[in-house]
């Protein structure tokens, strides 16, 4: 690798990094030949790829490259539309991984690899040199599915709210502001994006709030799919509190096959239309867009159609055996995109790289994914699923156990309260 | 009761989803008891079915975190076994109203596990927890003189009553006052410390938010070691 | 995720409620195909299970304040019986048998080892995110 000068050392890492390194890092690892683990994006994937690199191995030089000087967890989002939690409890710093963990941030967002000279360019100018680079950028949308949609109408009056963040809060806004008897139109996009249960989470959570303060609004979620996770559990709790399947329900679902696919947005007159041409008028109108692999993925050459594929075994690319995807960007089938998947990719690349970097043997990679999600504060459902590796050039082999519509009211009761202990455990795991 | 207990069920869930909030001590606030009040209450606890709040402690899931027979696997839960009726019968009671809120994470799951009670359920779960028994998994402990002092004459001038004279002299409790004995020591510890900085404040008269108020974290562990030696 | 649902009883509710009993659904690969990719690979190494439950029980397991229980120092045969009986559904759980029932007793065993190796102290830090304006997590003590 390149000679790094101590002038180098200090624009990479700052004087407290070199001085306050933990787990046995000190400046004088830095300053040998250790390896530079550099890491694309600091949200769940990248920020758990960082710690847990470091658990391991304690001379590797660890850099995450991300935009924003802070990240604002998913997980908990809907509560902040709902107005029943804030942005602010779902916010994380750096600090901690700067501190205890000897990682250094730039905060900068990454364009470009040289895959020959093994470098990563930055939008600012800056090249970093790597000796492993782990790809974690989260998703982007597609804007376009929607006729009339873009980026900039999400970002004003039609927000998308699927990353945590000013969106969420005008959301909020809008639904605060949603006239009496108003409509609320939620779109849910096709497999896979971010999160499979949330936009009905979000549908639940908003039909409850305006059952208490505009009882004769409405929430209509149009659907470009015909199932979706926990839709057993979901359509109990609508029949039950908001009248699913009768005149006045407060919240309706039509599925795809029922004219659900929505492909355009009228601005001038608040209206989406579906594929089968029928015109629905909201007051509020949420898109949640389709998503594929982040722009950086794209741009690289890591994806191949909207998602990037790699080795079962460590998650190495196809495209370079030292770049690794994890995260919402990855081709994971079966695998969803939730951040639990994410930070355990980080936990099985990060003992890969460690393994190789010790000439051992990474041994046999294993995953699983423990997701939650509520209908109410104290309506809660669970998954638990398993993914067991089947070979390096074949997805890993999936079961899974979720939650059906109990009528044991202690199960929803408490998935309910574990639904928010894990937001908070997991935000430590990764965080602290 | 089969019918009831859903219908009711149904009820406080609905109830529930309008009150309720992600935020801390959001859970329906209740007012502190006056003995009179409790005393009442005492007087109407339903006989107690010991069967049926054994099959209650399983699909109530009670068993998952305080384990079989009301002994705690893990050091977060505390051990129902062997506790008193009356104990017990009130805790359900103020996790049901919210009185007892030491903040979320174990608190809050309690009081979800409530909100579905009956009062027959907590009678049939607190006639069961009282008829087990919980066997000290820690080591026989030589009492130090400063927590045999505490335990037996407590300390007049920092006006802390004796452990003993209100928890037994074998810490085996006394009506609403719980068993201490072979009680979890991380519960015991975490309970302590939330009785001194006043977030759990559901006995009545709010005695110990009192004797805990200048116990140093020393007695406080010292105290826990010693109750979790003994059996119940 | 792949829509082989099955219906599979796992709790017994009729003394409660005389209803049918509960309901989960279940899919993916059979309980048969789950023991033939463990005898096909090597077994995953005790850290890469361990790590698999940080998400709920804190970094090493051992997170001390939220009411998912610490695993970190936990006694090996004590975390062997009550994750075998979870895999068993011996008793109704909130998560745990379906987060159990793909382990083999090598796999449980590997785990109990980790985790009773691990520290039992709390690894967050009061301070761990402190630049953010704290809120009520910070609240809940051991």
Redesign the interface.
């Known amino acids: 690798m390149n000679k790094i000068t101590r002038r180098d050392l200090i624009k990479l890492f700052g004087t407290t990094a070199l001085s306050t390194g933990l787990m046995g890092a000190s400046s004088l690892a830095f300053a040998s030949k250790s390896a530079h683990i550099v890491i694309v994006g600091g949200g769940v994937g990248g920020a758990a790829s960082a ?2 690199m470091r ?1 391991l191995n304690p001379d590797v030089r660890i850099t995450i490259v991300e935009p924003e000087p ?1 990240y604002i967890f998913c997980p ?1 989002s809907n ?1 902040v539309v709902a107005d ?3 942005l ?2 779902l ?3 750096f ?2 991984l700067k501190s ?1 963990y000897a990682v250094n941030i730039i905060q900068d967002r990454a364009t470009e690899i040289d895959y020959a000279a093994k470098k990563l360019k930055l939008a600012k100018g800056d090249v970093l040199s790597y000796d492993k680079l782990i790809v974690s950028p989260g998703p982007d949308f597609k804007y376009d599915a929607v006729e009339g949609f873009s980026k900039q109408l999400a970002e004003g009056n039609f927000p998308a709210a699927w990353h945590a963040g000013p969106q969420t809060l005008v959301l909020r806004d809008q639904i605060n502001a949603l006239p009496q008897g108003g409509t609320v139109l939620i779109t849910s996009p096709v497999d896979p994006y971010r999160c ?1 249960p949330a936009p009905y989470e979000r549908a639940s959570f908003i039909a ?1 709030k305006l059952k ?1 303060v505009n009882p004769t609004a409405k929430v209509i979620i149009l659907d470009s799919k015909d ?1 979706f ?1 926990f839709h ?1 559990v979901y359509l109990d709790y609508w029949e ?2 908001h009248g699913l399947g009768t005149p006045d329900a407060r919240i309706e679902w039509i599925s795809k096959k029922s004219g659900g696919h929505v492909t355009k947005l009228d601005t001038k007159n608040r209206t989406l239309t579906t594929a089968n041409g029928q015109v629905h008028k909201g007051d509020v109108i949420n898109i949640i867009p389709p998503e594929m692999a982040g722009s950086f993925v794209r741009m690289n050459g890591l994806s191949e159609g909207d998602w990037a594929p790699f080795n079962s075994k460590d998650f190495s690319t196809k495209r370079d055996k030292d770049v690794y995807i994890i995260g919402d960007s990855a081709a994971a089938d ?1 695998m ?1 995109k939730t951040g ?1 998947i994410a ?2 990719q980080a ?2 690349v990060t ?1 890969a790289i460690h393994a190789e970097l010790t000439g051992k043997d990474i ?6 994914n ?1 997701c939650v999600a509520l209908a ?4 809660g459902m ?5 993914f ?3 070979g390096n050039n074949k997805p890993f ?8 519509p ?13 639904a ?3 937001q ?3 935000r ?2 990764i ?2 | 009761m089969k019918k009831t207990l859903l219908i009711s069920a149904l009820a406080l869930t609905t109830g529930f989803t309008q009150l309720a909030s992600a935020n801390e001590h959001a859970a329906p606030q209740a007012q502190a008891w006056t003995l009179q009040q409790w005393h009442q209450t005492q007087n109407n606890i339903p006989n107690g079915n010991i069967s049926k709040g054994a099959e209650l402690h399983k699909q109530a899931l009670c068993m998952t975190c305080h384990g079989e027979n009301g002994v705690a696997p893990s050091r977060n839960a505390p051990s129902l076994a062997g506790n008193n009726i009356d104990y017990t019968f009130k805790t359900l009671k103020d996790y049901q109203s919210g009185l007892r809120n030491e903040g979320h994470g174990k608190s809050a799951v309690m009081i979800a596990a409530a909100q579905s009670l009956t009062q027959q359920d907590m009678a049939d779960l607190a006639y069961f927890y009282a008829e087990q028994t919980l066997q000290s998994k820690a080591p026989a402990q030589a009492l130090s003189s400063s927590t045999e002092r505490l335990v037996r004459k407590g300390d007049v001038k920092r006006m802390i009553t004796p452990c003993a004279s209100c928890h037994g002299v074998h810490g085996e409790g006394n009506e609403i006052t719980p068993a201490l004995a072979g009680q979890t020591a991380h519960y015991f510890i975490r309970t302590m410390k939330a009785y001194k900085i006043k977030h759990r404040t559901n006995d009545i008269n709010q005695g110990m938010g009192q004797f805990t108020h200048d116990l140093t974290d020393e007695e406080i562990h010292a105290l826990a070691d010693y109750y979790a030696s003994l059996s119940k | 995720m792949k829509k082989l649902l099955l219906l599979s009883a796992v709790t017994g509710l009729t003394c409660m409620l005389q209803a049918p009993a509960s309901f989960a659904l279940t899919g993916g690969i059979s309980a048969e195909e789950n023991a033939k990719l463990r005898a096909e690979y090597p077994m995953p190494s005790a850290e890469m299970l361990g790590d698999n439950c940080s998400a709920c029980h804190g970094t090493n397991g051992a997170e001390f304040n939220e009411a998912m229980p610490p695993l970190a120092g936990m006694d090996k045969n004590n975390f062997i019986k009550l994750m075998k009986e979870y895999r068993e559904n011996k008793f109704p759980s909130i998560v745990m048998h379906d987060v159990a029932h793909v382990f083999s007793d090598e796999e449980i065993e590997a785990m109990g080892d980790f985790f009773a190796k691990q520290k039992p102290e709390q690894w967050t830090r009061p301070d761990w995110n402190k630049s953010i304006k704290q809120h009520a997590e910070e609240h809940s003590h051991e």
């Not at chain 1, 082999?397 to 059906?404: A, G, L, R, T, V």
Request: aromatic fraction near 14%; charged fraction near 35%.
């Open positions: 710690k847990y658990l802070k908990g509560e029943f939690d804030t602010e409890s916010t994380v710093d600090n901690t205890r499979p409850n208490t199932d996770i057993d039950k509190m079966p969803p639990y930070s355990n936990k099985v003992k041994g046999t990679p294993f995953i699983t423990n109410a504060d104290d309506w669970t998954v638990a699923e398993t067991r590796y089947a082999e999936e079961s899974y156990i979720m939650s059906d109990t009528k044991n009211p202690f199960y929803r009761h408490i998935r309910a309260e574990v928010k202990n894990w908070r455990t997991f430590k795991d965080y602290s």
